[in-house]
C-alpha cells in the first residue's frame, strides 16, 4: 500500500500559479503510475495529468494542456503538479492517485488507481 499526501492548494486570483506536491511513502514500484486527479464542486472525479516513475511520456486533460506541467523528484518520492494561468474552472480539491497501472490509456480512469492522498483544495477567484 502507498501512502500519499498532498499539499500546496490554495486560494488564488486568476491567471495565478499554484505548485501542488504529492509525498509518497510506503510500497512503491518503479513502474507505478502517478496521477493528479480533480473535483470540482457538484462534479465528478477527473483526470489532470499523469506520468510513471520510472519516466517515460507524460499525459495530461485537454482542459489543462499547455497550462499544467507533471514532474517527479525519485529522490524525494514526490510528484509535482506545477498549475499556471489558473481559471476559475480549475476550482477544484486535487487529489494525488498511485497504482501499478499496466495501459497508459487506463490513466484516465479514477479506478484504475487503487491509493489515494486526502486531495487539497484549489480555489482560483475571478
Known amino acids: 500500500q502507498v501512502q500519499l499526501v498532498e499539499s500546496g492548494g490554495g486560494l488564488v486570483q486568476t491567471g495565478g500559479s499554484l505548485r501542488l506536491s504529492c509525498a509518497a511513502s510506503?510500497?512503491?514500484?518503479?513502474?507505478?503510475?502517478m496521477a493528479w486527479f480533480r473535483q470540482p464542486p457538484g462534479k465528478e472525479r477527473e483526470f489532470v495529468a499523469a506520468?510513471?516513475?520510472?519516466?517515460?511520456?507524460?499525459y495530461y486533460a485537454d482542459s489543462v494542456k499547455g497550462r499544467f506541467t507533471i514532474s517527479r523528484d525519485n529522490a524525494k518520492n514526490t510528484v509535482y503538479l506545477q498549475m499556471n494561468s489558473l481559471k476559475p474552472e480549475d476550482t477544484a480539491v486535487y487529489y494525488c492517485?498511485?497504482?501499478?497501472?499496466?495501459?497508459?490509456?487506463?490513466?484516465?480512469?479514477?479506478?484504475?488507481?487503487?491509493?489515494w492522498g486526502q486531495g487539497t483544495q484549489v480555489t482560483v477567484s475571478s
Open positions: 506520468l510513471r516513475w520510472n519516466g517515460g511520456n507524460t
Open positions: 510506503g510500497r512503491t514500484f518503479s513502474t507505478y503510475a
Open positions: 492517485a498511485a497504482d501499478n497501472v499496466p495501459v497508459h490509456t487506463m490513466m484516465i480512469l479514477p479506478r484504475a488507481f487503487g491509493s
